[in-house]
């Protein structure tokens, strides 16, 4: 076993369990549902936030049996730290948004200032209208500056990584949701 895989191995076998794999794909397939309730007919574009929306936009999408366009963004404010920074703009979406119904797909709302900074980026370049889904909102107990209108599960006030949320770029590709034990 090579130094990495031995990292990797040890910091999962003391992680705690969130999420089972099985619970996460179930409250996608249930996000998936009120999604198609809402959107189904408004041809929405997809914006997934790279990069820890990929997993939820990939597995979300298969599941929306209507037609819409996807289309990605990129910004980041905790690089490889546990705790957020500055925005940093990285990507805008390449297809334009003015006059659209977008669905902006993350992993986490932890304190909420990415998802604000995102729909109020895109209300300015003239999206009609701006839903938010995430894999997981944080309950951290804290007055957010938005609510996420799709939520598929919560999470304790832990740093938490799996299902495109990492720790130093690592675990993004966990099918589960971990805490770390250290916390
Ligand atoms: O609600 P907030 O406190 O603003 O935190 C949520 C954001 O933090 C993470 O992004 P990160 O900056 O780690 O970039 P990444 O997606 O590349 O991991 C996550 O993907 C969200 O976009
Ligand atoms: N990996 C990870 N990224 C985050 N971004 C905001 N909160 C978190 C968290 O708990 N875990």
């Known amino acids: 076993m090579n130094a990495m895989q031995h990292y990797f191995d040890e910091r999962l076998a003391s ?17 998936a549902g009120e999604i198609t309730e809402k959107l189904a007919g408004a041809d929405p574009l997809l914006l997934c936030v790279m990069s820890g929306g990929v997993p939820f936009a990939g597995h979300l999408m298969t599941q929306l049996q209507f037609p819409l366009e996807f289309d990605y963004l990129h910004v980041t404010r905790y690089g490889q730290k546990t ?36 729909v109020a980026r895109l209300q300015a370049m003239g999206a009609q209208a701006c839903y938010t889904a ?50």
């Not at 999420?19 to 249930?30: C, G």
């Not at 500056?145 to 999470?155: E, K, M």
């Open 15 to 31: 992680a705690e369990l969130i999420h089972s794999a099985e619970t996460v794909a179930a409250a996608v397939t249930r996000v």
């Open 83 to 118: 705790e957020g920074g500055e925005l940093s703009w990285r990507a805008l979406p390449a297809t334009p948004v003015a006059g659209r119904t977008v669905l902006v797909l993350d992993d986490i709302l932890d304190e909420g200032t990415t998802l604000a900074a995102i």
């Open 134 to 183: 995430v894999a997981t909102e944080k309950l951290n107990g804290k007055k957010k500056p938005i609510r996420a209108d799709f939520v598929a599960l919560t999470v304790p006030d832990r740093f938490v990584f799996g299902f495109g949320m990492d720790v130093s770029g690592h675990f993004r590709n966990l099918p589960a949701i971990y805490a770390m034990k250290a916390d």
